[in-house]
T-cell receptor, first 112, second 118 residues
Framework: DAKTTQPPSMDCAEGRAANLPCNHS???????VYWYRQIHSQGPQYIIH???NNETNEMASLIITEDRKSSTLILPHATLRDTAVYYC?????????????FGAGTRLFVKA | GAVVSQHPSRVICKSGTSVKIECRSL??????MFWYRQFPKKSLMLMAT?????????EQGVEKDKFLINHASLTLSTLTVTSAHPEDSSFYIC??????????????FGSGTRLTVV
């Protein structure tokens, strides 16, 4: 599974869009980009995933660059409850449990 | 949506005792479940893959006799921390893959169990 790099922390004003970047320059052609988040003392929550096209669901949007070496998770209108650690993971679909590739993630602080 | 229930959410036990943590898929069947451990302010680390009806597969460095895993049904996996010691204190999280969706991204995580060994 390819390695990802994320900034350790970010701040965002409530109501504004939160844009969380992720670099995955060694991603291979069959690896998907997944985003999870973990609110303090809870299990991770799936947000969104994609292969090469941009994706949107009720929680967020995922923008993947054309060369697939980086992506951005967008929370369009951040709320205080979006304060969490966000993990970007790349992996081949359906290859067992996520191993030690939940990196440090980005700690997002949404401020009033 | 797929829900994974993990119980208990918090447990305090005495050193030397054993603790059982349950992971249930409430509205779907899960042939495969996963157990993770998370230290404070650290990321999750996969401990083992729990396979229904067969032995669990442990990650390198995880003691299988210390962390007993049983996956007796398609909706339940248990992790037993045997002869617990203070260094076993941690946040344990399970996840399950929804067999029914056909979409292998469908991993749902439990809410975690905070184990404190005193």
């Amino acid at each position: 599974d390819a390695k990802t790099t994320q900034p350790p922390s970010m701040d965002c004003a409530e109501g504004r869009a939160a844009n969380l970047p992720c670099n995955h320059s060694t991603i291979s052609g069959n690896e998907y980009v997944y985003w999870y988040r973990q609110i303090h003392s809870q299990g991770p929550q799936y947000i969104i995933h994609g292969l090469k096209n941009n994706e949107t669901n009720e929680m967020a949007s995922l923008i993947i660059t054309e060369d697939r070496k980086s992506s951005t998770l967008i929370l369009p209108h951040a709320t205080l409850r979006d304060t969490a650690v966000y993990y970007c993971i790349v992996r081949v679909q359906g290859t067992g449990g996520f191993k030690t590739i939940f990196g440090a993630g980005t700690r997002l602080f949404v401020k009033a | 949506g797929a829900v994974v229930s993990q119980h208990p959410s918090r447990v305090i036990c005495k050193s030397g005792t054993s603790v059982k943590i349950e992971c249930r898929s409430l509205d779907f069947q899960a042939t495969t479940m996963f157990w993770y451990r998370q230290f404070p302010k650290k990321s999750l680390m996969l401990m083992a893959t729990s396979n229904e009806g067969s032995k669990a597969t442990y990650e390198q460095g995880v003691e299988k006799d210390k962390f007993l895993i049983n996956h007796a049904s398609l909706t339940l996996s248990t992790l037993t921390v045997t002869s617990a010691h203070p260094e076993d204190s941690s946040f344990y999280i399970c996840s399950a893959k929804n067999d029914g969706t056909g979409n292998t991204y469908g991993y749902t995580f439990g809410s975690g169990t905070r184990l404190t060994v005193v």
